[in-house]
């Protein structure tokens, strides 16, 4: 069972559309990343979320991190072929010192 | 000017074999790490250093021995490669330990012959 679990897995959509993926735990977290990766490169931070309810937006990406601290969620708007990769979500738990990754979704958008 | 760089890119390499990966950055960051990245792209934390010292080590095989001989260099030494060794591996930084956003290198995609 992951600490970080992500959903969903795979998707595949048309250019143009909207999409959300998550990011769900049963432990609270002191703050939550999201990154992206890309075929043969390392994963690239997108945005750190720290506050319980906070929201962020990195142009058409939208970010909420839980009330609780325990889940989050990636909404992209009007997806474009430059957004395919793997997303990947991670944190520490509150208290910790390990920062654990989620398995990741990974999303293909279609011409 | 790459900020996380590890050398080689490619390593292809006979089972039983010894072999090294190589990080740097150039970040300023005082800790590193290295990951494993599985065929299914999970993330997993291998090792990381603080200013030189280890701080994380998680359950790997004792053939897998880091060094960091400074805080900007983080080695990884494999020593009788096994099949199941095959991977990605991440080198990565931040600027201090626990819950900090990361900068990772391109990976070193290791295969077992």
């Known amino acids: 069972t992951q600490l970080l679990e992500q959903s969903p897995q795979f998707l595949s959509i048309q250019e143009g559309e909207n999409l959300t993926v998550y990011c769900n735990s049963s432990s609270v977290f002191s703050s939550l990343q999201w990154y992206r990766q890309e075929p043969g490169e390392g994963p690239v931070l997108l945005v750190t979320?720290?506050?319980?309810?906070e929201v962020k937006k990195l142009k058409r990406l939208t970010f909420q991190f839980g009330d609780a601290r325990k889940d989050s969620s990636l909404h992209i708007t009007a997806a474009q072929p430059g957004d395919t990769g793997l997303y990947l979500c991670?944190?520490?738990?509150?208290?910790?010192?390990?920062?654990?990754f989620g398995a990741g979704t990974r999303l293909f958008v279609k011409a | 000017d790459t900020a996380v760089s590890q050398t080689p890119k490619y390593l292809v390499t006979q089972m039983g074999n010894d072999k090294s990966i190589k990080c740097e950055q150039n970040?300023?960051?005082?800790?590193m790490y290295w990951y494993k990245q599985d065929s299914k792209k999970f993330l997993k934390i291998m090792f990381s250093y603080n200013n030189k010292e280890l701080i994380i080590n998680e359950t790997v095989p004792n053939r897998f021995s880091p060094k960091s001989p400074d805080k900007a260099h983080l080695n990884l030494h494999i020593n009788s490669l096994e099949l199941g060794d095959s991977a990605v591996y991440f080198c990565a930084s931040s600027q201090a330990p626990g819950n900090q956003p990361q900068h990772f290198g391109d990976g070193t995609r290791l295969s077992i012959l």
């Open positions: 979320v720290v506050t319980g309810g």
């Open positions: 991670a944190g520490a738990r509150a208290g910790g010192f390990k920062t654990i």
């Open positions: 970040l300023g960051h005082d800790t």
